[in-house]
């Protein structure tokens, strides 16, 4: 049994699907395995697959079911101690998993690896804005706000699964931001302060790009972890106070939109929670 297992899940890339294997076969780190699962991808995706024979597991879906249950089939079909993922659209610097390995070696207590990254945006580099700045330890309250943990960066080990439940199957996008409040309310996660990833943005196929008001999906990740965690009491404020800021947001931009109906459903949603603070 390897060490690691890295899952690529994806859907239709073939056209930047070979950098993000490549990146991993390139590893300076050897012992973990590769698990693709394609989600039923419609163009040419199964012929590249073919085309790395045993160097890769390769599991199809039948149809499209999205980035979580592609990333929950491979998780579950495996039984490594660590689990790794790269988005299908990214692609890791050679020495990534062995300075992860590295450091959780060094520290038998981490639970949760990360690092940082280089951000390339339709081509070009850009520097984060400082609100994308790392940071280490208990971050539930940060992680409110936005993702600091980027997939691709993520070493985790399997038993926090189990404390976490794995990814939010319901949720078309934002299924990272639910899943690492999860994360961050149960444990401390750890950072290598090293851009040891490439991220790619600004392409058309991007998941977060598709539609205005990914905030929807966030605050229902909100409402559920408010009812369902237990939060520590200045966690839950935290929580709570950011699905209002966020409610306001959507309830203003579709009142903009002429859509008053949701404009009212999330006007309701702040009445109710305004209650708990």
């Known amino acids: 049994m390897p060490a690691v ?14 950098d993000a294997i490549d ?6 780190y050897p012992d973990y395995e590769l698990v693709v699962v394609d989600d039923g991808s419609t ?15 390769t599991i199809t879906l039948p149809h499209n079911q999205g980035v979580s249950v592609a990333r ?19 692609r890791w610097l050679p020495d990534k998993l062995e300075k992860q390995i590295q450091c959780v070696h060094l520290n038998s207590a981490i639970q949760v690896h990360f690092t940082d990254e280089i951000w ?5 580099r850009v520097n984060p804005k400082k609100k994308h700045q790392k940071q280490e330890g208990w971050i539930f309250q940060p992680s409110l706000s936005l993702c600091l943990m980027a997939p691709s960066t993520i070493l985790i080990r399997r038993d926090v699964f189990e404390a976490t439940g794995l990814f939010d199957e319901s949720l078309p996008v934002c299924e990272d931001y639910d899943l690492w409040l999860k994360v961050t309310a149960r444990f401390p996660v ?25 905030d929807r999906y966030r605050v229902s990740s909100l409402q559920n972890i408010i009812q369902t ?29 002429g859509k008053k109906e949701e404009a009212t459903h999330y006007q309701q949603i702040i009445a109710e929670y305004q209650g708990l603070l």
């Open 5 to 18: 297992t890295v899952i690529i899940p994806t859907y239709n890339r073939a056209g930047w699907l070979s």
């Open 23 to 28: 990146s991993v076969l390139a590893q300076t």
């Open 43 to 57: 163009d040419h995706t199964p012929e590249l697959l073919a085309h790395y024979n045993e160097a890769i597991q």
């Open 72 to 90: 929950n089939v491979g998780i579950q079909s495996t039984d490594s101690q660590w689990v790794a993922f790269l988005d299908s659209d990214d």
């Open 120 to 124: 390339i945006r339709k081509g070009k």
């Open 190 to 214: 750890h950072l290598l302060n090293e851009k040891l990833m490439v991220r790619y943005g600004g392409h058309d196929d991007q998941l977060s790009s598709r539609e205005w008001g990914n």
């Open 229 to 257: 965690l237990p939060l520590s009491s200045e966690d839950r404020q935290a929580a709570v106070l950011k699905l209002i800021q966020k409610c306001l947001i959507l309830m203003q931009g579709f009142h903009k939109r």
